[in-house]
């Protein structure tokens, strides 16, 4: 969905203004699971990748895509990371 407008933006912004708390959490659950899903269809082995961390970026390569985390090569180690830290480079 793309919001075109700012009348749109607004409509949209007012909608979930309105929504109770259990909506917004599933709301939230599925926009998790869709950034989930087009990362996963956009990373692949070999690739370098960002590890996104709160204070910095560390470059990667990606050695193996698991259904919820990745092994990254970063500087000679491996570590598992969550595909929600990760950025293609």
Same mark, same amino acid.
């Given at each position: ?8 933006? @607004? ?7 309105? !929504?109770? %708390?259990?909506?917004?959490?599933? *709301? $939230?659950?599925?926009? =998790?699971?869709?950034?989930?899903? @087009? ?7 070999? !690739?370098? %990748?960002?590890?996104?961390?709160? *204070? $910095?970026?560390?470059? =990667? ?29």
């Amino acid at each position: 969905m793309t919001i075109n407008t700012n009348k749109e933006e @607004k409509m949209f912004n007012q909608y979930l203004f309105n !929504m109770n %708390v259990e909506e917004l959490n599933r *709301t $939230k659950n599925l926009i =998790g699971d869709i950034i989930k899903n @087009k990362l996963k269809a956009t990373l692949k082995v070999g !690739m370098k %990748v960002n590890v996104v961390q709160k *204070t $910095k970026k560390t470059l =990667g390569v990606l050695t193996k895509i698991m259904q919820s985390k990745c092994l990254v090569d970063l500087s000679g180690r491996i570590y598992s990371v969550p595909i929600s830290m990760l950025e293609a480079a």
